[in-house]
Structures are given as C-alpha cells and as structure tokens.
C-alpha cells in the first residue's frame, strides 16, 4: 500500500514535469501573439531600458523566456488629453519611445508592420513590436491622419476608451452620444479598411460594435475583452451576441487577463466606480459653474483604492473565459490580449509578466486541448485575421 503510494506520487511527478517542459516547448514553438501590452505608457510616465531585465511586465528577457513572438505595443491616450488637444502628440512620442528601444536594441527588438515579415524578422532571436492604437483620439477629426499614422505602422486602432469620442460611444461612459459611431466614426471605419488597419472594438458600447460590425467591410477584432458571461452587467466585456457577431465576421477576441475583466467581484466594483466617479465629476462641474468649492476627485480614487484591494484570482478564471469563448464562438476566434502594464499589477497568480505564458499553455493542455488549437488560441487566428486585412488593403475587396 505504502510503496503503492509512493511509485503513483513519483509517476504523477513526472508526469507533471513532463507536462511542464512540454508546455515550455509549445511555449518557444508556437507563434504568440499577444494584441495589447501598455509598455509605451509606462516608458514615458518612467522610463526603462526594456532591452534588459526590469521591474515592468514586458521586456526582452521576461518576452523571451515566455516565447512572446509578437507583442502589440498599446499606443493609449486618455480622454484627458484628448481634451487637453494632447492625445496626437503623446501617440507620436510613444511610437518614437519604440523606435528609440529598437534602435538601441537591433539585436533584440524589430517593429513589425505585416504578419508576413515575422519569420524574416524574428531571425536571430528579435521580439517584434507592432502597434495597436488605444483610442482614435489621435486623429481628431482628420482622416488624413489614419494614412500618417499607418505609415508610422499602427495596425489596428481601439476606436474609443473610457470616454464618447469623436469617433464612437464607450462602454464606460453613460453618455452615449452618437448611440453607437458617429457620422465621422463610419468614415474612419471604411478608411482603416482601406489603408489595411483593423478595427478593433474593445472598449466600446454594444451599439459601437454593431455598427463597427455593419460598416466594416472586412473582420474586426477585439484587442483585449472578456466575456460579460462572467461579469453580469458589465458592458467593457463582450456580450455572447456580439462576440459571436465577431466571429461570424471572421473576427477574433482577445482574451485579456487583468482582474478586473476576469473576476466578477473586481469587474462589478469597476462599474460601481465608474458610476460614483461620474457622479462626482458632475457634480465638481456644477459646484465649479456655481462658484462653489470642488470635492477632491484624487482623494476619492485614493480612498477607493484602498477600500478596494483586488480580489485574489487564479489563472482558472482566464483559463475559463477561453473555454467559454471556444466553446461559444470555435476555435478559429479566440486569441491573447493580456493587458500586460495596463492594469497596475491586478493580474491573475501564474499570469503576471509576458514571461508566463507558458503557465497558460500548461492550463490548456491540463484542459485537454492540442497542439494545434493552442496554437491558434496563442497567435495562428490572429495572424489569419491580419493577413487578410492586410492583403485586402486599398479598398479593392
Ligand atoms: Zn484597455
């Protein structure tokens, strides 16, 4: 009995070692693709030399160790400067920040424009860096800049954040204006087809991303959403109709990682946040037209953090949303968008720098899937999804 245990304790740890290396192998094999990482942002509030080891969640070494091939850098500006006429100058000087990693890295690092460049690229051992960009607010309301920006290489485009823009409603913002895109919002939708650009519809409201998915000749993604399935109420996430209009389209959604999306306890007290912040905000703007002094909104995100620690989550819960998202829209549509740098540390055990995700593949293999699907989850439906925007560019499709 005694020795019975132990020779069935010693296979299962080899078993589990072997499963380990098996999924560190996949890891380095497959081509990842991850759709958004905030490296950018975090460069120019504190600069870092990614090149080397760091104290950030993407770098060189971590990017390596996980077998990250591509890593989408998030050029993300807020509301704020867009209001301060800011958000066109703060998306260049994060492009020249990558510019600037590649040029003192051209070992390390190459900036990649088409998906069929990565082979030639990656020679060598580089990481490549493409760009999505977070907000359309860089744009204005001048289309010409979609054709400067494409030749600084973004390839897709998140249409708004937190906040109604020029171009499209937000899922986080009460105030729907346009009640899904603007006029303007549908003419930057046929011009990204054109140029080759994708659409991406994360962050959006539900009527933004039917209309995306009406105007948009060509697939859209979503570069890093979950799925309100877990999060009831939670419009940031993606409702099973849509994510299943997505895919109809040929789309993909990229799963994201941060609590927040993940955790319906983090994820409900996000939405409460947003609905007291937006309260407060208004009333600061009617006390300020009255003359009357302002409540302090930086005390309350203080307060609110601190009454409001994230709720331990396991690498389960990314690990379901993926299962869900498989089973509910197949396997050709689901992909990775961690949201790395973007959500202050508020990560799952197992899944907190683009060194893990080798943990991720382990946890699918652990789920019974193959080869072969894992590696579409990981970068093979996105890459499919750009190849065929990027070859049906110039609007002849
Ligand atoms: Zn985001």
Redesign the pocket.
Known sequence: MHKLFILLVGSLLVSNQALASDANQLAQDAVIVDT?IDAPTELLKEWRDLGIDTDREFDYPKARLGGLDVAFM?I?TSPGEDKKGKARQVANMQIDAIEALVQRHPDKFAILTSPNDIARLQAGGHVLLAYGM?NGAPIGDDLSQLEKFHARGVRYI?LA?SASNRISDSSYDRNHQWNGLSPFGEKVVAEMNRLGIMVDV??LSDEAVIDALRVSRVPVIAS?SGFRHFTPGFERNLSDELAKAIAKKGGVVQITFGVGFVNPKSAADLQTYFTESAALAKRNAEAKAAGKPLEDEEAFDKAWDANHPTPPTKIDAVLDQIDYAVKLIGIDHVGLGS?FD?VSGALPDKLKTVADYPNLVAGLQARGYKDEAIGKILGGNLLRVWAEIDAGKGGTR
């Open positions: 958004h998030s993300y977070e998140t954040h994360s962050h890093h949201d973007g």
